[in-house]
């Protein structure tokens, strides 16, 4: 223990109370111990920080800061040192504000391009999610605060987001879903963690022994502090045994009390608290001594440029057929709606206060473009609009070049509410078809966080993918059409060419608690190269100004070396790909898998050496019969490429294996050996698992939502939900999504005494559920006996603590 002198000087009650919250970002202190309180804030891709009155929803208004691009977007730089740059600015300004822990960065690996927080994520890859995500920890934490890298673990959807069970099979587990983490916690030591909302194979992520203790505790060296999911907690006690510090947001004194009755009944012991504190006295002490130093003020101007390079490398050409760069003077007409009102990030609890936002139009002046005029040229809540489309046109047909900016409006991606399909809005893609008419020389600039069919890509010259920019993406944007940047941005993930082919289409967001991975492994490009399905871009993929060769590959079992040349007349930069397959293999797997990436800056003419190092990750695969990484001997090829589809030259290596037993002998797994994971049948799924699909059925009980509350057996239940239905279709309706509500209808009945201050108590909503199973009488009996104890019970405890 590093802190026993302040654990010596706390009674159990105050142990158990510094290990939950005290206010929506603050945990609580204790002056005489020399504990102090500290603040968490998120988020992601810049400071949220709400002086003000604080919700976990991004609602209230926050300090103004810096609002760089998202995860989805900076993951395209495939840049960690970029990233690290980032995670700097962002401590900074943080630790500039006070705040001692910054939650993010989100890494969870891209199940579906359905998940409607795709956006705060880096890929559908865990490799280049964890580099990304660690090289975050890493300048964040270089200001002396802490990041809090989340959600842990296979926290892949927002429907029923904190009573989602994700059950799949360990090796699917490890290989995908964990080994994101695994980098992040071993390449850069992140003083926190945040565990998730869901369930992982039947057991709250919170309290799940296998995921905090066993792997991220034990096998992965983890030392710091786990912070809940705001209102993630479930079973307080089950989460200090299991490896759970510190629970957020304010629950008030019935999770101090749940601790202490579960010491006193001995379902956990008094050394499990005093393990959980010592996390967290050294995550209080360490971090307020840090921001205590801090300067208060940064550069916001340089954060605001960092933003710009941020964006600009990020920016993916997805198509050109020679029209862009645009020349000094070309004639052109602005058109969409997005030009004049960005969108430039997420919404929900990593939405930014931006410091200030730069638009297209306020940026044309200094393109050297010729700019005829603007025109929105769509609604962009998706109606039909025939008379913006026609001024569109009008000003298409005078221009050389008509510039087109299209996306994904506000209500559709957003934290707490899955995507329903990968379309661009109708009335949009009308637009670009017209326009396209009037005037052949059509570009199309996209923003949105995740990807899109694109069926209607004949229609356009040039597609520029731009994802979501952060403030100062509109600028960014422009230096690539003028070619004053040439873009270097690869996709990280893949664009499939209709939601249909994706590998988890029938299990994503269905309609029980259960969330069934019956793909495994098979998730983005592993899919789809694995089955052979033709996608629209594929994972990796983006196009520069200039061309570059590559040759001269030597390849060894410790990585690759070769030379890559810019062969055109412009400067440029190339992100080289390395990918692992074994043609061969007997233990199934995808057909390949990225190992390693280097991104390589090149004048024109210019060659240079590239070194890529292949780690521990390169080879292995996770046993279910050893219950370790082994490797499987032989020779694997090392595939270089500029895509996972345009692979430039192969190499085959020897490695030397473990010599494990094929876990899979004996077992008829067809699909999961060809990859076609689409149509598992339930036998085989059970086969993969190692046991039955679990049952998934509606309990009337703490873990109901209310969006399920219509099964209940109360009238109350019924009157619950059909008001929330009725004020999430309004909110739909109005083009905005409603964060409250899409919270409180995936929202469990527990949370209500996980997120009221300690207004609510556990005794309360299990009267409550009473009330719901058909018990009214005895179920409002005890809502109300429950709650004046409540009331008394809080009353005497902050008496007790503020007398410490
Ligand atoms: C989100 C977290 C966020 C927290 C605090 C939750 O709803 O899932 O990512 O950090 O709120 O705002």
Redesign the pocket.
Known sequence: MKNTEILTKLNLEQKCALLSGAGTFTTRGYQKAGVPAITLS??PNGVRKQAGAAD??GLNPSVPATCFPTAATVACSWDPALGEEIGRAMGEEAAAQEVSVL?GP?LNTKRSPLCGRNFEYFSEDPYLSGKMAAAYVRGIQSEGIAACP??FAANSQELRRMASDSVLDERTLRELYLTGFEIVVKESAPKTI?SS?NLVNGTYANENAHLLQEILREAWGFAGAVVT??GGSNDHALGVKNGSTLEMPAPGGDAVRELLAAVQSGKISEADVDARLDELLTLVLDTSAAVQKHSRSFDADAHHALARRAAAESTVLLQNDGILPLAADTKVAILGDFAETPRYQGAG?SAVNSLKVDTVLENLAQSGLQVLGFAPGFDRRGMADAAKEAEAVALAKQADVAVLFLGLDEIKES?GLDRSDMKLADNQIALLKAVQQANPNTVVVLNAGSSLETPWLTHCRAVVYGALGGQAGAGAVLDVLTGKLNPCGKLAETWANRYEDTPAKDNFAGAGRTVQYREGLYVGYRYYQTAGVPVAFPFGHGLSYTNFAYSDLKASAEGVTLTVTNTGDRAGAEIVQLYVAKPDAKIFRPAQELKGFAKVPLRPGESRTVVIPLDDKAFRYWNTQTDRWEIEGGQYELRVGASCADIRLTAAVEVAGTDAPDPYAGKTLPHYKTGSVQNVPDAEWETLLGHAIPQDTIKIDRNMTLGELNHSRSPLGWLIWAVLTALLNASYKKGKPDLNILFQYNMPLRALAKMTGGAISMGMVDGLVMELQGFWIIGLVRVIYEAVKNQILNAQMERRLRGA
């Open positions: 998120d988020g976990h929803l939650l989100g989340k959600h945040m909302y999911d705001w609890s934290e």
